[in-house]
């Protein structure tokens, strides 16, 4: 059954189900940058100085060092701007959730009535069959 409510609650369902996907994708990048973040630091603590060597091996391990640092500096820039879109995502659907809590209380509701409508009714032609059985039956009691 339909409802007036049902093509607002496919809407709104749908926006809440493509805020929820963003939010995931959004989710799944935190913790991808994260994982990246970490496997920069590890590669940064085990890069060791060596104590005898070039200047040329000093200065190519140093530079090694500077260019992981640089990029764990942007990859945590870039964390920071997908933490911010993750919680506006969250944000987002929670209300885009309510929303459509709203609509499917209120189409519930309404095929409630028409259910309970649709049942008087039955209820009420049942009663008419049976008291025109019931009338049938007497009026054959009364011509015998």
Do not use: C, W
Not at 1 to 9: L, R
Not at 28 to 37: D, G, Q, S, T, Y
Not at 90 to 107: N, R, T
């Amino acid at each position: 059954m339909k409802s007036q409510f049902s093509k607002i609650a496919k809407v709104r369902k749908q926006k809440r189900d493509s805020i929820e996907r963003d939010l995931m994708k959004s989710q799944n990048k935190e913790k991808m940058l994260r994982h990246k973040i970490t496997v920069l630091n590890d590669e940064i603590g085990g890069l060791q100085t060596p104590r005898e060597g070039t200047v040329s091996m000093l200065s190519l391990i140093a530079e090694q060092k500077r260019i992981l640092n640089r990029d764990k500096k942007r990859l945590e820039e870039e964390l920071i701007l997908v933490e911010k879109n993750t919680a506006l995502l969250q944000s987002a659907y929670q209300k885009a959730h309510v929303e459509y809590e709203k609509i499917y209380y209120l189409e519930e509701q309404e095929l409630q009535a028409i259910i309970a409508k649709l049942k008087k009714e039955e209820q009420l032609a049942l009663d008419e069959i049976s008291t025109q059985l019931f009338a049938n039956q007497m009026q054959k009691k009364v011509s015998q």
